[in-house]
């Protein structure tokens, strides 16, 4: 089976926002008029769209490209991954990528409020979460000022996602520095398969209170393209304190998409998009007066353009090579109140397949990065040297041994690095993969994997507060003195896969991670601060590779394939982790704290069925164990010390009139009114409740 099975017609479903956003009740009236008359019309269409999901067997032959860097059976692959499908995605009722990541086994995803989420894999969570790598057709789209991603600024029409691989474990062998916990590749749709008109409208009682989608796609002389535009505005939430956030947030963004047949063989993809958003955020900075603070509101805007162009080559006759060239360029801006930022990335990657024997099939490749940066200092952020460069180099190889007659996999891959941080980085894996039966999988790893200091660890400094104090006000800083290192992961993990009778597989994946170096705060005293107008004391925390720590756990999935279009799937994941040193001998506090924001306990089941011929159902239900910070008991930002356990579920129900228009009503976190998700102790962000959301959505292609 090829990636083409999975290409879905029709695009991703809306979710459902909560009550303390701003309800439009005017905007969800003309949504529901528009929406009818849309059903009510004839209307060009290309037939009903078949919802039923893949059967198992079809499940575990999906091409994953994301684990080794060339296509293999999922059900086949030596690592722990999970495959969200364009099926999965259109019955989901999501408005966005975060939304869609509950879906996949092991992934922590928590929603801090109407924009901003934490995500990772096997712990470590935050709001700047940074060890998951995530990537967009194999573009990184990490921020290197904090090393992990702004989930607001990395959108897309999830109608055009063809699926969404996500891979839980190390994968610095394949893709570098920063793959320490996870990669997350979401692969959009070839051009062709998009072809004619597509309009999406939402509208919610909370964010996002209007979302409109619309996409145009034709043919080309030796291919086809597509161009569409994305507009949203979100709803405000209440922040545990009673105050508005995400006020007049708004996200607008257009893209294309081009893929053609090579004159020689070979193909071509070219892709890019432009977006800018922004949105109203109550912003605390120091002042050297007392209260030695000052809050106030500030339009926070974000911006930036991408561009990717990909060549790949034929592939040669009995087993020959294949090659491949991708260029990536990508320019970010954000203006937040506390720093203001912009950001130039360059790069090209080049990679070869080739078949050696009947044995051996080699992976090897080479890439170049070239990153310019500029930060405007403020009260908050500062730095010496505003304008920075910063060079990366990479090579790896890859080669698979197949063994006792295909049934033994041993595979072997070593990446090398050099960043302007830490140097060199070498990331090796050995893996090995064994088919026990037709029906039984069974895999072992151990890897490496670095993640490189970022430009907030390495080259800024940040004035926290200024705390009140006899004889002098002290200032809290954030300080780097001398080179940081990069941060170090030791992995082994071992997994299963076994697929029963009656349409239903089983999943395993128990691991055991040691970290060592891990960047963190040591307080030193500093003298006077030599930027106050007034004499305040300086308390330097600087940043040092003192703290380790070790994390284990289990993750477990189950899935279900049976008859009237049904789909069932369930997860659990148990994760416990212990930090060394995370207070020195003076009790000073020296590490994030983050190994507490990551749930002990999460389960969470998701289903569809064809209720009737035009009708499908989708429910979901999800239960995540509390978040106790050893942080709360320092801050005094919070008017709560931990986020209690909560569950909540999903629902949504969708009618396809046959001739192009479908619509959907949908409800998000039914359960309760309101519930708390998460609070970012160690970073300060706002502290809301996540509100019950329903929404209305009309689809139309032509």
């Known amino acids: 089976m090829t990636t083409a099975t999975l290409r879905s017609p029709c695009p991703a479903r809306a979710p459902v926002v909560a009550r303390e956003c701003r309800p439009r009740p005017r905007r969800l009236w003309w949504t529901a008029v528009c929406i009818g008359a849309l059903a009510a019309g004839p209307c060009a269409a290309d037939g009903a769209r078949d919802l039923r999901g893949l059967s198992i067997e079809e499940l575990l032959e999906i091409e994953v490209t994301s684990a080794s860097r060339h296509a293999e059976p999922w059900g086949e692959t030596p690592a722990a991954v999970d495959v969200i499908t364009a099926d999965e995605i259109e019955r989901s009722g999501a408005t966005s990528l975060p939304e869609l990541l509950r879906l996949a086994a092991g992934v922590q995803v928590a929603r801090i409020d109407g924009s901003q989420?934490?995500?990772?894999?096997?712990?470590?969570?935050?709001?700047?979460?940074?060890?998951?790598?995530?990537?967009?057709?194999?573009?990184?789209?990490?921020?290197?000022?904090?090393?992990?991603?702004?989930?607001?600024?990395?959108?897309?029409?999830?109608?055009?996602?063809?699926?969404?691989?996500?891979?839980?474990?190390?994968?610095?062998?394949?893709?570098?520095?920063?793959?320490?916990?996870?990669?997350?590749?979401?692969?959009?749709?070839?051009?062709?398969?998009?072809?004619?008109?597509?309009?999406?409208?939402?509208?919610?009682?909370?964010?996002?209170?209007?979302?409109?989608?619309?996409?145009?796609?034709?043919?080309?002389?030796?291919?086809?393209?597509?161009?569409?535009?994305?507009?949203?505005?979100?709803?405000?939430?209440?922040?545990?304190?009673?105050?508005?956030?995400?006020?007049?947030?708004?996200?607008?963004?257009?893209?294309?998409?081009?893929?053609?047949?090579?004159?020689?063989g070979g193909r071509w993809m070219i892709s890019g998009d432009a977006f800018r958003g922004g949105r109203d955020d109550r912003v605390s900075q120091i002042d050297y007066v007392p209260p030695y603070a000052e809050t106030?509101?500030?339009?926070?805007?974000?911006?930036?353009?991408?561009?990717?162009?990909?060549?790949?080559?034929?592939?040669?006759?009995?087993?020959?090579?294949?090659?491949?060239?991708?260029?990536?360029?990508?320019?970010?801006?954000?203006?937040?109140?506390?720093?203001?930022?912009?950001?130039?990335?360059?790069?090209?990657?080049?990679?070869?397949?080739?078949?050696?024997?009947?044995?051996?099939?080699?992976?090897?490749?080479?890439?170049?990065?070239?990153?310019?940066?500029?930060?405007?200092?403020?009260?908050?952020?500062?730095?010496?040297?505003?304008?920075?460069?910063?060079?990366?180099w990479s090579a790896f190889v890859q080669d698979d041994w197949s063994l006792a007659g295909g049934d033994l996999v041993l595979s072997g891959g070593l990446k090398l690095e050099h960043n302007e941080f830490s140097g060199l980085e070498p990331q090796p894996s050995i893996r090995l993969a064994w088919r026990l039966s037709d029906a039984t999988f069974a895999w072992a790893a151990t890897s490496r994997a670095v993640r490189t200091p970022s430009r907030g660890e390495g080259r800024l400094t940040v004035d926290v507060a200024i705390l009140p104090g006899t004889p002098l006000p002290t200032l809290i800083r954030a300080i780097q003195r001398g080179e940081v290192d990069s941060e170090k992961l030791t992995a082994w993990e071992i997994g299963a896969r076994h697929t029963l009778g009656a349409g239903v597989s089983l999943d395993a994946t128990l691991f055991y991670h040691r970290y060592r170096d891990l960047l963190s705060l040591l307080p030193t005293p500093g003298g006077l601060d030599a930027r106050a107008p007034v004499p305040v004391a300086e308390l330097d925390f600087v940043w040092n590779n003192a703290s380790r720590a070790t994390v284990w756990g289990a993750e477990l999935a189950a899935r279900w394939s049976g008859p009237a279009r049904c789909a069932w799937s369930a997860s659990y994941t148990y994760l416990s982790s212990r930090v060394d040193d995370a207070f020195d001998a003076t009790g000073g506090f020296v590490f994030f704290g983050q190994e507490d924001l990551s749930p002990r306990h999460q389960v969470g089941v998701e289903g569809s069925c064809a209720v009737a011929p035009a009708w499908q159902l989708?429910?979901?239900?999800?239960?995540?164990?509390?978040?106790?910070?050893?942080?709360?008991?320092?801050?005094?930002?919070?008017?709560?010390?931990?986020?209690?356990?909560?569950?909540?579920?999903?629902?949504?129900?969708?009618?396809?009139?046959?001739?192009?228009?479908?619509?959907?009503?949908?409800?998000?976190n039914l359960l309760h009114d309101d519930h708390l998700e998460f609070i970012d102790f160690a970073f300060g962000s706002p502290a809301t409740r996540i509100p019950r959301r329903i929404q209305l959505s009309g689809v139309f292609t032509f």
């Open 296 to 392: 106030f509101v500030h339009a926070s805007r974000f911006s930036g353009e991408s561009l990717v162009a990909r060549w790949e080559g034929p592939r040669a006759e009995h087993g020959g090579s294949r090659h491949s060239v991708q260029v990536n360029f990508d320019r970010t801006h954000r203006n937040t109140g506390v720093y203001d930022d912009t950001a130039t990335m360059l790069e090209i990657e080049y990679e070869v397949e080739r078949a050696i024997g009947a044995r051996h099939k080699l992976a090897l490749g080479a890439g170049a990065r070239r990153l310019w940066t500029t930060l405007r200092s403020t009260r908050t952020v500062w730095s010496t040297d505003e304008d920075q460069t910063f060079d990366l």
């Open 117 to 264: 989420w934490a995500i990772s894999a096997r712990g470590f969570n935050s709001l700047y979460a940074n060890k998951l790598l995530v990537m967009i057709d194999g573009r990184s789209v990490y921020n290197d000022l904090f090393s992990g991603v702004y989930w607001d600024s990395r959108e897309l029409p999830l109608a055009d996602i063809e699926r969404i691989e996500i891979i839980r474990g190390p994968g610095g062998a394949v893709w570098g520095a920063n793959a320490v916990n996870g990669v997350i590749n979401v692969i959009t749709r070839n051009a062709r398969d998009t072809q004619g008109g597509y309009v999406r409208a939402t509208a919610g009682d909370t964010t996002p209170a209007w979302l409109t989608t619309a996409r145009w796609g034709g043919e080309l002389a030796r291919g086809a393209y597509r161009v569409w535009g994305r507009g949203l505005d979100r709803g405000e939430v209440r922040g545990l304190d009673g105050s508005d956030i995400d006020a007049d947030a708004f996200d607008r963004r257009g893209g294309f998409r081009i893929d053609l047949d090579g004159r020689a």
């Open 618 to 668: 989708a429910v979901a239900g999800r239960w995540v164990d509390s978040l106790d910070s050893s942080l709360a008991s320092l801050s005094p930002l919070y008017p709560v010390s931990r986020v209690p356990s909560y569950a909540e579920a999903d629902l949504s129900v969708s009618w396809d009139s046959g001739r192009g228009t479908r619509l959907e009503l949908a409800g998000r």
